[in-house]
């Protein structure tokens, strides 16, 4: 039995994995970044009921609910777990908090050799065993009507709000112990390493059928400490995370935010997809590596503040720029803000949907 044939028996909507793999798609796919989340009033309604985000996360029928909420509004092709990228952090025994207004913070944060020293590499089948459940509970939910994304945070950005303690503006703490500590800071990232892959892998055991991961802080080093510090780590991931399950290839997506001038180095990693900000043309992207990986993205996500016509426009313009042919996953260039009317997001999928099969020959 061939690839294909799996793919299309096991989910009645495959567009995804085709086009991550790069196979023919009669539609360009869609997901969008923050798909679940605070623009749906569905979703306030939820974390209104719930005493704070983290145990919204840590109660797999909640998650489980809260993933489900935008498929429900629109004909989206993947749905993603509703997760957060710092409960590895958490499960490492830092105290993870979110305070209203201010985002997520840690009780007892990273600031030198000896408390990386003192770090474990948590057992995700028990520390983070809310987190299989939830992915087991989506997959009996979506019966197949569409694959389900699983995620963690890359090792460099991981480091960056362990050592801050939080969200930072000018990552002076992080990258004051990577250039005075750097045999420390190499220990840290090794260590998350090895506990994002073995959650990873968790997660494609429990169900998940394509796997992202988000180096969103990548882009705040240099080319030299980037090559350094975060895309060796990407590497070990991608190399050591189960490819294959129940039957079918697990893709793998890399998004390094305002990474643009590691793309070649990105695809080179042995991924299959390589997700981009608003910043570079599609069109770019994929003269550059189109032909080894297939391309995410990118709409600024502003976009979705404009009118109705205006978004239509750009889901236009971004279609025309990747052109004919699979390989493209639309997408925003990052998460979708708050503040976008729910249905501006319907326009966006309804455009994706109805502009793109005249860059397609069907399956």
């Given at each position: 039995m061939d690839s294909d044939h799996i793919i299309m028996k096991s989910l009645q909507n495959d567009r995804l994995l085709r086009a991550l793999q790069r196979q023919a798609v009669d539609v360009t796919p869609i997901w969008i970044m923050?798909?679940?989340?605070?623009?749906?009033?569905?979703?306030?309604?939820?974390?209104a009921r719930v005493k704070d985000f983290l145990t919204l996360c840590q109660t797999p029928e909640l998650a489980c609910e809260v993933t489900l909420q935008p498929l429900r509004r629109f004909p989206l092709d993947a749905a993603i777990l509703f997760s957060d990228i710092l409960t590895i952090p958490d499960a490492m025994g830092l105290g993870l908090y979110f305070s209203e207004g201010e985002?997520?913070?840690?009780?007892?944060?990273?600031?030198?050799?000896?408390?990386?020293?003192?770090?474990?590499?948590?057992?995700?089948?028990?520390?983070?065993?809310?987190?299989?459940?939830?992915?087991?509970?989506?997959?009996?939910e979506l019966d197949g009507r569409v694959?389900?994304?699983?995620?963690?945070?890359?090792?460099?950005?991981l480091a960056t709000y362990m050592v801050e303690g939080g969200t930072t503006k000018n990552f002076s703490l992080v990258k004051g112990l990577m250039f005075e500590q750097p045999v420390a800071m190499h220990t840290l990232l090794d260590k998350l390493t090895q506990?994002?892959?073995?959650?990873?892998?968790?997660?494609?055991?429990?169900?998940?059928?394509?796997?992202?991961?988000?180096?969103?802080?990548?882009?705040?080093?240099?080319?030299?400490?980037?090559?350094?510090?975060?895309?060796?780590y990407l590497q070990q991931i991608v190399t050591n995370l189960i490819r294959e399950h129940e039957g079918q290839t697990i893709p793998v997506i890399l998004f390094t935010k305002e990474g643009n001038e590691w793309l070649e180095a990105l695809a080179g990693t042995g991924c299959d997809a390589v997700g981009?900000?608003?910043?570079?043309?599609?069109?770019?992207?994929?003269?550059?590596?189109?032909?080894?990986?297939?391309?995410?993205?990118?709409?600024?996500?502003?976009i979705l503040q404009a009118s109705p016509a205006r978004i239509r426009?750009?889901?236009?313009?971004?279609?025309?720029?990747?052109?004919?042919?699979?390989?493209?996953?639309?997408?925003l260039g990052h998460g979708i803000h708050p503040q976008v009317n729910p249905e501006h997001v319907k326009v966006l999928v309804e455009a994706v949907h109805t502009l793109s099969p005249a860059y397609h020959v069907s399956p």
């Open positions: 923050r798909q679940a989340g605070r623009y749906l009033p569905e979703y306030r309604e939820i974390r985002g997520p913070s840690f009780e007892r944060p990273i600031r030198n050799a000896s408390d990386i020293k003192h770090l474990g590499v948590p057992d995700p089948h028990e520390t983070l065993r809310y987190v299989m459940d939830a992915v087991t509970l989506i997959r009996q694959p389900l994304i699983g995620f963690a945070g890359s090792p460099w950005t506990a994002i892959t073995a959650y990873l892998n968790a997660q494609i055991a429990a169900g998940v059928q394509v796997i992202m991961i988000f180096d969103t802080w990548g882009g705040i080093l240099t080319t030299r400490d980037y090559l350094d510090f975060s895309l060796p981009l900000d608003w910043k570079l043309p599609i069109g770019i992207a994929r003269k550059r590596i189109g032909h080894q990986v297939a391309l995410q993205g990118n709409m600024d996500p502003c426009e750009e889901v236009a313009t971004i279609l025309a720029s990747f052109g004919s042919g699979s390989g493209h996953v639309f997408n």
